[in-house]
T-cell receptor, first 113, second 113 residues
């Protein structure tokens, strides 16, 4: 069966510090991968998605970047965090045969102080 | 421009009664709709979906209804249980391998014992 795991689960970082959130998927090949952010009152906002290694599409301009160095690994990064980057970040995947259903990881709470 | 709208931020129902969660969309190209359930500090979990070729899909206590002419869908939970208390997100997508989900802002359901 397929599993998705992201880490760390919680993170408290000072303004201006770098960020790296990692996500890995097991049990599937060539998945579509996504990074979402849940902010209060704004639902789930798609930040990045990837259809293959090295292929990243950005949905919104922001202080963050994403990379996909391996087929089942997706990384969310920032060189210098802003207070507004605080939120709940979710990695998700979709298999080629999963239709339109995507499956989420456990989420990572980021607090920028 | 919000393409998927969940206009009611919260809903409170008595245990054993029916919960009806509503969702509206504006993009007529959407042809696949999903509901996700989310507990605090956890990733959303897939609940139920419906294709635009259907007007109803049922899975146990959960039924989703789709009214394409009104661009409206609803999730019915019968009977409601306290464990159903969570945030429910409506999502919509175009069918396709690289399709992305567009989420509503979510609705918080509270089921009173």
């Amino acid at each position: 069966s397929q599993t998705i795991h992201q880490w760390p689960a919680t993170l408290v970082q000072p303004v201006g510090s770098p960020l790296s959130l990692e996500c890995t998927v097991e049990g599937t090949s060539n998945p579509n991968l996504y990074w979402y952010r849940q902010a209060a009152g704004r639902g789930l906002q798609l930040l990045f998605y990837s259809v293959g290694i090295g292929q990243i599409s950005s949905e919104v301009p922001q202080n963050l970047s994403a990379s996909r160095p391996q087929d089942r690994q997706f990384i969310l990064s920032s060189k210098k965090l802003l207070l507004s980057d605080s939120g709940f970040y979710l990695c998700a995947w979709k298999g080629l045969r999963a239709g339109n259903t995507i499956y989420f990881g456990e989420g990572s709470w980021l607090t920028v102080v | 421009d919000q393409q998927v709208k969940q206009n009611s931020p919260s809903l409170s129902v008595q245990e054993g009664r029916i919960s009806i969660l509503n969702c509206d969309y504006t993009n007529s190209m959407f042809d696949y709709f999903l509901w996700y359930k989310k507990y605090p500090a956890e990733g959303p979990t897939f609940l139920i979906s419906i294709s635009s070729i259907k007007d109803k899909n049922e899975d146990g206590r959960f039924t989703v209804f789709l009214n394409k002419s009104a661009k409206h869908l609803s999730l019915h939970i019968v009977p409601s249980q306290p464990g159903d208390s969570a945030v429910y997100f409506c999502a919509a997508a175009y069918t396709g391998a690289n399709s992305k989900l567009t989420f509503g802002k979510g609705i918080t359901l509270s089921v009173r014992p």
